[in-house]
């Protein structure tokens, strides 16, 4: 029943932005934590990017300085805005969370299904 479903890909040149959005749905208790991961062709799924329930953030090392995380915790929702893209960034971004469903006490941690970024030189 809980989904997250991002939006906000598409095709960019380099040096431009880009803004990801990742929307939680479901009956929900409480979001621990919400990322994003990326994974270009042929590559292995990589990290890129996490905020905490207090807006603590972390960021991978070749995107520091460029990409910035956020939350909107009234519409379960978080954010990845982009800027200075390179074409190295081009690849399927996918939203994750660790979140608490309503109704149990266990967290869990679910997948969206990403939106593909892709970056032109």
């Known amino acids: 029943q809980v989904q997250l479903v991002e939006s906000g890909g598409g095709l960019v040149q380099a040096g431009g932005s880009l803004r990801l959005s990742c929307a939680a749905s479901?009956?929900?208790?409480?979001?621990?934590?919400m990322g994003w991961y990326r994974q270009a062709p042929g590559n292995q799924r990589e990290w890129v990017a996490t905020i905490n329930r207090y807006d603590m953030t972390t960021y991978a090392d070749n995107v520091k300085g460029r990409f910035t995380i956020s939350r909107d915790n009234a519409k379960n929702t978080v954010y990845l805005q982009m800027n200075s893209l390179k074409p190295e960034d081009t690849a399927v971004y996918y939203c994750?969370?660790?979140?608490?469903?309503?109704?149990?006490?266990?967290?869990?941690?679910?997948w969206g299904k990403g939106t593909l970024v892709t970056v032109s030189s």
């Open positions: 479901g009956i929900i208790s409480a979001i621990n934590t």
């Open positions: 994750n969370a660790n979140l608490i469903p309503a109704m149990t006490p266990y967290a869990m941690i679910i």
